[in-house]
């Protein structure tokens, strides 16, 4: 890590968060972006299922914030495990926490649709119960994304005007709704890319 970023490469960091804190601090000063998974909001399913830990987990996501990581949680919904509106909800509440006073952090949430695999024999996740999901916590979370499932709550949206930032089509992206500023005269690009139809400015970094 220390040699990609001598060489002007970011790091992207795809976890658990299961790191102790020593650990994570010495990985976390290294990462620029980080995508880590957030299990379940029950310490028993952690430790009992799952063998991990979830005040260890929620310990690395405030870390990884505090740190200025570019942080995004995903969760894996899983019938009968982790479906339960009120602990899903429990995590929005938490990732709605972590913006605290700074309005600049806004932190993705990608709530995935589990499928019978391997060691685990649940029914699929129901795509309707996942959008409504993805629905009620966007009234506290400004992007909330269904992943492994088609619709409209793959998109990134302005929160200004509410135009579509970002498309997303299966592995297919579009970014034509975002644009830089038309100033080319300034000295340091901008960080963050605008709006392309009201010129707001969004919350995807240019790096």
């Keep these: 890590m220390e040699a990609a970023h001598g060489s002007g490469i970011a790091n992207i960091l795809v976890t658990n968060g299961c790191v102790n804190t020593e650990a994570a601090e010495v990985i976390l000063s290294r990462t620029d972006a980080a995508n880590i998974d957030l299990k379940c909001y029950s310490k028993k399913t952690y430790s009992g299922v799952l063998g991990g830990n979830l005040d260890a987990v929620l310990d690395f996501i405030k870390m990884a914030v505090s740190l200025g990581v570019h942080t995004e949680i ?3 919904v899983v019938p ?3 479906d339960s509106e009120a ?6 509440g938490f990732i709605a926490s972590l913006s605290g006073d700074n309005q600049g952090i806004s932190i993705p949430w990608h709530v ?7 060691k685990w024999d649940a029914p699929p996740t129901d ?8 629905k009620k916590a966007r009234s506290i979370l400004p992007h909330v994304y269904t992943g492994n499932i088609n619709g409209d709550y793959n998109d990134t949206v ?8 970002v498309k997303r089509m299966g592995y297919r992206v579009d970014a034509s709704g975002i644009r ?4 080319k005269q300034k ?13 707001t400015e969004t919350p995807i970094r240019r790096n």
């Design 187 to 199: 000295s340091k690009q901008p960080d963050f890319y605008l709006c392309a139809e009201c010129g």
């Design 80 to 82: 009968g495990l982790n």
């Design 158 to 165: 302005c929160g200004q005007c509410g135009a579509i930032l």
């Design 127 to 134: 795509p309707a119960a996942l959008t409504a999901i993805a």
């Design 112 to 118: 995935s649709a589990y499928h019978r695999d391997w």
């Design 74 to 76: 995903t969760t894996l």
């Design 180 to 183: 830089l500023p038309g100033d």
């Design 87 to 92: 602990e899903l909800m429990d995590i929005a």
